[in-house]
């Protein structure tokens, strides 16, 4: 089981990695688009006691913006006792949050689906359809990322370590010629996630699938990396030394999520 400091940097993950994609789902599916139109509320989750595991959704008009400071009159507040209990939540275990507002049955008809989306991300969900797949991995690579900053921003001593002395370079995930794209910068400590082909320089490691289905099977774990790259799944770019260190901080993610 993860302990309580891998719970802290998991739950701050999911409030702000994993909970933001929301936004990409409305974005590209046009019919959860077509169902949001015209929906406006407020809706937050936070972990008591935690200032910085607050994330609150901002609907208007059905389109949705983030912010992580704690609103002081969301329309439905999930509360969760500690990080814990957040993790299982969004690991579809059983953990009730405290629901302040749950009787506006229509603000949470609308948000649940929303976040029921968001199992995609899952490894069990193998879409057929090639506009899933590609949303799928598109998810996954923002999902990537976005976690691998936040493990750096929330303290992960390991991974601190792993930017501290890290110049200015760039970590790509991609699906060439046609996309997703994804990457992360890091420079002496610090790092922040994009979305899309990073241009201005060279990556210090790319990581290049073979299409989208190929990097299904590597990101849901059905290949190994060793078998993806042997098998042509993928081609991995740069530094093999720390190709390799990034792919178990991946690993690590998954197993917190997994424990969870």
């Known amino acids: 089981m993860p302990d309580d400091k891998d719970k802290y940097v998991l739950a701050r993950i999911m409030m702000r990695a994993a909970?933001?994609?929301?936004?990409?789902?409305?974005?590209?599916?046009?019919?959860?688009?077509?169902?949001?139109?015209?929906?406006?509320?407020?809706v937050q989750f936070e972990v008591k006691g935690y200032d910085d595991l607050v994330t609150v959704m901002h609907f208007t008009d059905g389109n949705l913006e983030f912010s992580f400071t704690r609103h002081e009159n969301p329309d439905v507040n999930?509360?969760?006792?500690?990080?814990?209990?957040?993790?299982k939540f969004f690991g579809g275990k059983v953990a009730m949050p405290v629901i302040k507002g749950m009787f506006k049955l229509?603000?949470?008809?609308?948000?649940?689906?929303?976040?029921?989306?968001l199992t995609l991300l899952l490894p069990s969900k193998k879409p057929k359809d090639p506009a899933k797949q590609y949303l799928k991995?598109?998810?996954?690579?923002y999902m990537l990322s976005s976690a691998l900053s936040q493990m750096n921003k929330a303290?992960?001593?390991?991974?601190?370590?792993?930017?501290?002395?890290?110049?200015?370079?760039?970590?790509?995930?991609?699906?060439?010629?046609?996309?997703?794209?994804?990457y992360l910068r890091i420079k002496y400590g610090k790092s922040k996630a994009g979305r899309?082909?990073?241009?201005?320089?060279?990556?210090?490691?790319?990581?290049?699938?073979g299409g989208v289905e190929s990097a299904i099977k590597v990101l849901t774990n059905e290949l190994d990396l060793v078998d993806a790259v042997r098998y042509g799944h993928l081609t991995q770019l740069g530094s093999p030394e720390y190709g390799a260190k990034l792919g178990s901080y991946m690993l690590k993610i998954d197993k917190w999520i997994q424990e969870a």
């Open 19 to 42: 909970l933001p994609l929301a936004k990409v789902l409305i974005e590209d599916d046009p019919k959860i688009k077509k169902k949001m139109k015209g929906f406006n509320a407020v």
């Open 78 to 87: 999930f509360v969760f006792k500690d990080p814990g209990q957040l993790n």
């Open 106 to 117: 229509g603000i949470v008809l609308r948000v649940v689906p929303l976040l029921l989306g």
């Open 137 to 141: 991995v598109k998810l996954l690579f």
């Open 155 to 182: 303290g992960d001593e390991e991974f601190v370590e792993f930017c501290k002395k890290m110049p200015d370079r760039i970590i790509q995930w991609s699906c060439p010629p046609d996309g997703p794209y994804a």
């Open 196 to 209: 899309g082909l990073y241009t201005r320089k060279k990556p210090f490691i790319d990581m290049q699938f």
